[in-house]
């Protein structure tokens, strides 16, 4: 697993919260409240066990390369 495609994730989810404060700051209503637990707070969570999930692939990954290269 690329720590490429990690850091590439996590730069994309970065800029997408980003977008978001800027929307969220025009868009205050109940609507703006469901749609960011809903969606966004969801989004972060995933990316976040996504990350570490390609952090621990990529441990394992090398120890395998060592073991067996």
């Given at each position: 697993?690329?720590?490429h495609a990690?850091?590439?994730l996590m730069a994309l989810?970065?800029?997408l919260l980003r977008t978001w404060e800027r929307t969220r700051s025009v868009w205050k209503d109940g609507k703006a409240d469901a749609f960011e637990r809903d969606?966004?707070?969801e989004l972060?969570?995933?990316v976040n066990r996504?990350?570490?999930g390609m952090e621990?692939?990529?441990v394992i990954l090398k120890k395998v390369r060592k073991d067996c290269g």
């Amino acid at each position: 697993m690329s720590l490429h495609a990690r850091n590439q994730l996590m730069a994309l989810t970065k800029d997408l919260l980003r977008t978001w404060e800027r929307t969220r700051s025009v868009w205050k209503d109940g609507k703006a409240d469901a749609f960011e637990r809903d969606y966004i707070k969801e989004l972060e969570s995933s990316v976040n066990r996504a990350v570490h999930g390609m952090e621990k692939l990529d441990v394992i990954l090398k120890k395998v390369r060592k073991d067996c290269g």
